[in-house]
């Protein structure tokens, strides 16, 4: 029996360990479902040291629907999960702890006892996010949970890295790379954030080399690098400075001479149209220096420090305080030619906090272009599609412009690049140190001594792997032959290329075959006023608080329903506490049902029922069954949500058991033996569509519904589906009778709607004409009388020929008709319109004094977004109110 208040917290922890209990995770092939074949997802692995933010609870609530769904249509549902080893973040939370207890340092613990440390710490707290996943309901298969660093990902790891190498398409090199001179290390670009910040743009003037008194003036944000300075670049149309292309200019305190070049690189509009070129310490500048055969030179140390062989009293200097000083020298030398203010962007770490150095070191590479071509290609060959269709623009951006991919990280936690150096530098790249040593033997002659490369992979480097590394890869497994290629990879638009695009060129290279043949990018979950959750502007959601106060299936109803392809989501606690509001609704419903002894009807034959009303319901069921499935299968989650909602909570609650209530009080016993049947089959059909979405109240009323004899809700068939085969829904559809039954709600809606109007005291009964030509509408509305009576709160209903000529009615017009309803005895329709004349005054004295504070531009350039976003959403609501106060003045003339 089910408890008189819907808490989600006394039914979610039991149903979880039932479905664990029973296996019901497991990818295995159901008796009799054997040629349904797989349905396969990859979870992207959360970080071992992350916890569960709103962002998971949006990518992984809609895996969840899509898993749950497919694995009650018979699918052999694999959904693979694991954890990702996050170099960075993971060597930081140690070494933060390391520093909390006074213990020795990582440099001063050594490499072996440091990585030894951090298995430690794995596996004694790694494991907090899976338990917090569990928390939403999610259902993979645990029994397969892998770790980027485990044995067999480890091996395939160093299997891809020695076969790319061998196919030439590994290399190292120096290039830049973004470093972060507090980690020392190389970051990858998902790792940097640009931060707007306010600064000046220095104009510093070089003279020209052999003409006394002839100069040229760049501008600049970073004057601490012109020790780095090879060239001075001009755009090849700009007349000011055609006449000294190839001549040279000195560098100021080194007196070096650098080449003027000609190249598109510099912006005639910008500064002076002249910018001075640091190949070894700015990303653009390094390609303006390859077009050009420009040198390189290092002036920067990987503390962010000027080396120390630079001439006093700049060496050793700290990059900022080097800018500074810098500048004094040239002040005084009279080579600040000006001064601006500039606000522009500046990468800074984002784990670390600190403004970012391009640097030139010796790193690894993938050649990203060459793998990057068919990846592109099967991008529009049909063999993956990309779902929505705008992300495949994003997509072909990213891969038609691709850079060499650095793969080298200078950490100690990740996988340690397979790669050995010899005594001359030679390098080894094998899958063990003895195959490597063998390659040193072959080529030196002898037996010598190598060292293993220090340098760790980048994360996204095992990640690419993701789709067939867990599957066994490189060995041959059943795995791997039954769950690749997989079906559908879900994650969020923001990782599209260092993450998707990775694994597409990964399979490719390695499977011959994608990796997926769907993906889906959904949008990222913001605060309320539409601003990014950072954890400085402390707009920050836990999921976990959230499911505290409302319960799982209100949070992953909200998410489903507001996963609009292409749409951020704007959370707010008002949004779950709507599903939370539906979930009761649906507790009660059942409660309502349960006290009126209905239960689970599983042999319903559409062709026995003899009362249109059930017939209505059941054909309504199926028509929202169609648009569930359609949505699914376009990945239109939203949509899938929308139809469920407006029928359980509108055709099921609203208005089927209301039109039931008469027959379960009054009616014969053969008509409430049907009505029964048909409330329990519904009823239990509608918590199968719901479970995907909602697993945890559709569970619990399932198995008060059946009585416990009927399984779990989470291994029974999708509705009318019978071993894997769908049931034909004709038979189970009536339009005549559900476009009747239709027409009589949108009458009373209707009739709802203008009472609401004109302010109509709720329990006041009123009398209603109808004028309309159709017979069958009027055979409706004789047949369905007293629920009309009833729910529209009538004394009196009569279908009349012609509009009433005396005053006192208002009118409302649906689909084949007009209503007119008498009001003259239940309100004062001058004071009524007196009140909604005062009240459209004020409306719209509030819309104009909105759109003068929006068109004022002195208000939008300083008031912050989320104020003006604000602004804009009360001037929305001002000018809906104004509309409906305009409709009820209407219905009053």
């Excluded at 040629?35 to 997802?41: D, N, R």
């Excluded at 990582?106 to 006892?113: A, L, S, V």
């Excluded at 507090?182 to 910040?197: G, I, N, R, W």
């Excluded at 990280?409 to 899958?431: M, S, Y």
Aim: glycine letters at 6%.
């Amino acid at each position: 029996m089910l408890e008189k208040n819907y808490t989600p917290q006394d039914i979610e922890d039991k149903h979880y360990k039932a479905w664990e209990k029973a296996g019901a995770f497991k990818a295995v092939a159901r008796a009799g479902y054997e040629h349904k074949g797989a349905f396969t997802i990859m979870m992207p692995p959360p970080n071992v040291t992350g916890n569960l933010h709103m962002g998971h609870a949006l990518n992984y609530t809609l895996q969840d629907v899509l898993v749950r769904y497919h694995r009650m249509r018979g699918f052999t549902t694999l959904w693979q999960p694991g954890t990702d080893h996050a170099g960075i973040a993971t060597q930081m939370v140690v070494e933060r702890q390391l520093a909390e207890a006074g213990e020795p340092s990582r440099r001063d613990m050594g490499r072996e006892k440091f990585l030894k440390r951090i298995w430690q710490w794995k596996e004694e707290s790694g494991g907090a996010i899976v338990k917090q996943q569990k928390r939403l309901g999610l259902t993979p298969d645990w029994d397969r949970q892998r770790f980027t660093m485990d044995d067999g990902l480890s091996a395939a790891v160093r299997k891809i890295f020695v076969d790319l190498y061998k196919d030439g398409l590994i290399y190292r090199n120096k290039r830049l790379v973004n470093w972060d001179p507090k980690l020392l290390t190389a970051v990858s670009d998902l790792e940097v954030d640009a931060v707007e910040c306010q600064g000046n743009l220095w104009y510093i003037v070089y003279d020209i080399a052999g003409e006394p008194g002839r100069t040229i003036t760049v501008a600049t944000t970073r004057p601490e690098t012109l020790f780095g300075d090879t060239g001075i670049a001009v755009h090849p149309d700009d007349d000011r400075y055609k006449d000294i292309i190839g001549k040279k200019a000195i560098v100021p305190f080194v007196n070096r001479e650098i080449l003027i070049v000609a190249d598109e690189h510099s912006d005639p509009e910008k500064g002076t149209g002249a910018v001075k070129i640091t190949p070894a310490h700015d990303f653009n500048d390094f390609d303006v220096g390859e077009r050009h055969t420009l040198e390189k030179i290092t002036i920067l140390d990987e503390h962010g420090s000027l080396i120390t062989d630079l001439p006093a009293p700049f060496a050793g200097l700290e990059r900022f305080t080097a800018r500074k000083r810098i500048v004094q020298e040239l002040e005084a030398l009279g080579k600040i030619e000006k001064i601006e203010q500039t606000t522009h962007s500046v990468p800074h770490g984002e784990r670390s906090g600190v403004v970012l150095e391009p640097r030139l070191t010796d790193q690894w590479f993938v050649n990203a272009e060459s793998l990057a071509k068919d990846a592109l290609a099967a991008a529009h060959d049909g063999r993956t599609t990309i779902h929505p269709e705008s992300g495949l623009n994003t997509y072909d951006h990213w891969l038609k412009n691709i850079q060499p991919w650095c793969i080298s990280r200078q950490l100690w936690w990740g996988h340690q690049i397979p790669a050995w150096f010899g005594p001359d530098h030679t390098i080894f790249v094998a899958e063990t140190a003895e195959e490597a040593k063998a390659q040193a033997k072959s080529h030196y002659g002898k037996t010598v001594e190598i060292t293993q490369e220090t340098d760790v992979l980048d994360t996204w480097f095992s990640s690419a792997l993701w789709p067939f590394s867990t599957l066994g890869w490189p060995e041959k497994t059943k795995e791997l032959e039954q769950f690749y290629t997989t079906s559908c990879l879900i994650t969020g638009s923001d990782i599209l290329f260092f993450w998707v695009a990775r694994m597409m060129m990964m399979g490719l290279y390695t499977m011959k075959e994608v990796p997926f043949k769907d993906v889906f990018l959904h949008a990222l979950v913001r605060d309320e006023h539409g601003q990014k959750m950072s954890k400085t502007k402390g707009n920050v959601i836990d999921p976990l608080l959230v499911m505290d106060k409302y319960g799982a299936d209100a949070l992953r109803f909200t998410m489903t329903a507001f996963a609009a392809p292409g749409r951020d989501i704007k959370y707010s606690d008002a949004l779950v506490e709507t599903y939370r509001n539906f979930a009761t609704k649906l507790w009660n419903a059942a409660r309502f049902l349960e006290g009126n002894e209905v239960s689970y009807t599983a042999d319903l034959n559409p062709a026995d029922l003899k009362l249109d009303l059930n017939r209505w319901i059941v054909g309504e069921f199926v028509a929202c069954l169609e648009d569930v499935e359609s949505a699914l299968a376009r990945y239109r989650f939203d949509e899938m949500a929308t139809a469920l909602y407006r029928f359980a909570w509108g055709t099921f609650c609203d208005w089927y058991i209301e039109f039931s209530k008469p027959i379960l009080f009054d009616g014969t016993e053969e008509e409430k033996t049907e009505t029964r049947r048909t409330l329990g089959w519904v009823l239990g059909q509608l918590l199968h569509a719901l479970h995907p979405i909602m697993p945890f109240i559709t569970e619990e009323i399932w198995q008060n519904l059946t009585s416990g004899k009927a399984g779990l809700l989470i291994t029974n068939p999708w509705p009318l589906e019978n071993k894997g085969e769908i049931t034909d829904h004709e038979p189970y559809k009536n339009e005549g009778i559900q476009d009747q039954f239709n027409w009589i709600i949108e009458l009373i809606t209707m009739v709802r709607s203008v009472r609401n109007d004109v302010n109509v005291p709720a329990g006041a009964k009123i009398p209603l004409q109808v004028v309309l030509e159709d017979p069958q509408k009027k055979q409706a509305i004789s047949n369905l009388a007293p629920l009309i009576l009833r729910l529209a709160r009538l004394d009196a209903l009569d279908i009349v020929e012609a509009a009433p000529q005396e005053k006192g009615f208002v009118q409302g017009v649906i689909k084949g008709g007009t209503l007119y309803l008498s009001i003259n005895n239940v309100i004062d329709i001058g004071a009524e319109r007196a009140r909604l004349e005062k009240n459209l005054k004020k409306v719209e004295g509030e819309i104009t004094s909105l759109e003068r504070k929006l068109s004022n531009k002195k208000f939008v350039d300083k008031a912050p977004e989320e104020i003006i976003t604000k602004n804009k959403e009360r001037l929305q609501e001002e000018k809906d109110l104004k509309a409906k106060l305009n409709t009820a003045l209407s219905r009053l003339a």
